[in-house]
């Protein structure tokens, strides 16, 4: 009877401590309609990807799916929408990179028992809009730059970190779409209305 106890006892908690705890978190993922869409006049987009991956610390872009380049050449194709019947506007790629760099952990006994912050996540978006109207004569040059930071606990798991991580990438994205944003509207005659 008592080792029928102890083993009921031992499956228990053996059973407890394998329960979830809390729901799972979702990875964000890109909605284009998050970004409303702007027409462009000019008759053709281009997307130039300047920005070759290092594959190498700190940079990690190559390593998360989707990384920041693919995440902005899907952003451009959904908001910058050639409705013109002539030019050209062109997106220049210049950084799309993820950084993600530890952070100094103290080896004091008392540091032991908390739940610091492990990992920096850094995110920097950085491009060029050349927009080219052969019959107007007009062009413009825009430049956009974001980056966005976020840290890691140490206890967080492989899918809290992907949360974390594409969590970032898109605040740095709609900091890149309202930079961008401003400084089409600023220039005349590029947007359709």
Known sequence: MRLTLIIISIFLFFS?????????PMVPTFMPSDYPPLSINARKLVI????????????????ISPNPSSILTEWAGNTLLPAGSSGEVTLDIRKASIVIKEIYQADSI??????SQQKKIE???????????PITGQTGF????????????ESSTALEFDVVVQET????????????RSEIESLSGM???
Not at 110 to 115: A, G, L, N, R, S
Not at 123 to 128: D, H, I
Request: charged letters at 25%; hydrophobic letters at 40%.
């Open 142 to 153: 825009l430049d956009a730059r974001a980056v966005s930071s976020k840290t890691v606990p």
């Open 48 to 63: 130039i990807k300047n920005w070759k991956m290092p594959g190498e610390e700190p940079f990690y872009e190559h390593l």
């Open 123 to 133: 995110v920097e978006l950085a491009g060029q809009i050349m927009w080219l109207q």
């Open 191 to 193: 947007i359709l209305y």
């Open 169 to 180: 990438i898109f605040t740095a994205l709609s900091g890149f779409d309202r930079k961008l």
């Open 110 to 115: 008392k540091e032991q028992f908390t739940d």
């Open 16 to 24: 407890a401590c394998s329960q979830k705890i809390y729901d799972e």
